[in-house]
């Protein structure tokens, strides 16, 4: 079992920056992939990126390639996602979410963190 804390979200300005963080606790991160989902007012819940146990391997929903970049280090039980150009329609609270498989779909994954919320907004 494994438990997730997410963390680094805020206000930020249109084009701006921000840095995720997902920490988990538990001895078996690296057995786990790591996904990144995000949930807007009034919209279902939608993936963003996914990060293979190893970090070998990473997929991206495509309104985010070539903004946001999901990265992991296992020593620290630590997954990151970079988001850079930032714009207001990725406004949303985002997820991270693990699962001994990989995969795209929300309903894939057992464990849940509690969320952070993101605001782009001038």
């Known amino acids: 079992q494994v438990q997730l804390v997410e963390s680094g979200g805020g206000l930020v300005q249109p084009g701006g920056s921000l840095r995720l963080s997902c920490a988990a606790s538990g001895p078996t991160f690296s057995s786990y992939s790591i996904g990144w989902f995000r949930q807007a007012p009034g919209k279902e819940r939608e993936f963003v990126a996914v990060i293979s146990r190893s970090g070998s391997i990473t997929h991206y929903a495509d309104f985010v390639k070539g903004r946001f970049t999901i990265s992991r280090d296992n020593a620290i039980n630590t997954v990151y996602l970079q988001m850079h150009s930032l714009k207001p329609e990725d406004t949303a609270i985002y997820y991270c979410?693990?699962?001994?498989?990989?995969?795209?779909?929300?309903?894939?994954?057992?464990?849940w963190g509690q969320g952070t919320q993101v605001t782009v907004s001038s």
């Open positions: 979410a693990a699962d001994t498989a990989y995969g795209y779909l929300a309903s894939e994954y057992d464990y």
